[in-house]
């Protein structure tokens, strides 16, 4: 069955672009949340072909965070993930704005 992602652009304060202070996030931070996001992201040669929990754009309401999507489809090599995209109509409109973190503990501030 086809699917289409919400949104497919990198919104501007996306945790995942290299400079971006996670304390500016629109709508409030909690670095309790952010290291709970850790779920979201696949294990290095994990094979796991069950629906994986997704990292919410904290922008867009109900919608695939587009610099995690970027993230596990390339270097976090997200194998579940890869193959729950064959059917996503939209997939190559996937956009991320300059220079992104290449894993998710860069993600988290350097406090």
């Not at 390339?74 to 993930?81: Q, W």
Request: with cysteine.
């Amino acid at each position: 069955m086809s699917w289409t992602l919400k949104r497919t652009v990198q919104c501007a304060k996306c945790p995942w672009k290299v400079g971006i202070n996670p304390y500016d996030i629109p709508n409030g931070y909690s670095l309790e949340q952010h290291h709970g996001l850790r779920g979201t992201i696949a294990s290095p040669g994990e094979i796991n072909l069950s629906p994986s929990p997704v990292m919410a754009c904290h922008e867009t309401h109900d919608a695939h965070c587009v610099g995690w999507l970027h993230n596990q489809l390339g270097v976090g090599n997200n194998i579940g993930l890869r193959l729950q995209m064959r059917n996503c109509v939209n997939a190559a409109r996937i956009q991320v704005v300059g220079p992104q973190h290449p894993d998710f503990e860069s993600t988290l501030p350097k406090d």
